[in-house]
């Protein structure tokens, strides 16, 4: 099975930015979706970006402006940027990878926290 890894995480102060990591452990592959999900304590997890093979992207109403999704077929990574963090950003991010007939994966998540 795929094995997705999240890395950028950490603590930054309101108005910072911070850069979000998935890399696959397959070498090349071809995905329908790859997307961000973020979940807080208390909260259900919600989808924050997405990407489809097709070339559609898409975002939380609460991130459009300061979140971009991105993607290195070469690196077989898929980014997060996320500038001018908000407190209300804080949350555990996932990546989350679907090709079809594969099957779906879930990476364990980095921890995001905005702070003063």
């Known amino acids: 099975q795929v094995q997705l890894v999240e890395s950028g995480g950490g603590l930054v102060q309101p108005g910072g930015s911070l850069r979000l990591s998935c890399a696959a452990s397959?070498?090349?592959?071809?995905?329908?979706?790859m997307g961000w999900y973020r979940q807080a304590p208390g909260k259900q997890r919600e989808l924050v970006a997405a990407?489809?093979?097709?070339?559609?992207?898409n975002y939380a109403d609460s991130v459009k402006g300061r979140f971009t999704i991105s993607g290195d077929n070469a690196k077989n990574t898929v980014y997060l940027q996320m500038n001018s963090l908000k407190p209300e950003d804080t949350a555990v991010y996932y990546c989350?990878?679907?090709?079809?007939?594969?099957?779906?994966?879930w990476g364990q998540g980095t921890q995001v926290t905005v702070s003063s």
């Open positions: 989350h990878g679907d090709w079809g007939e594969d099957g779906n994966y």
């Open positions: 397959a070498s090349f592959f071809e995905f329908q979706a």
């Open positions: 990407i489809t093979s097709g070339g559609g992207i």
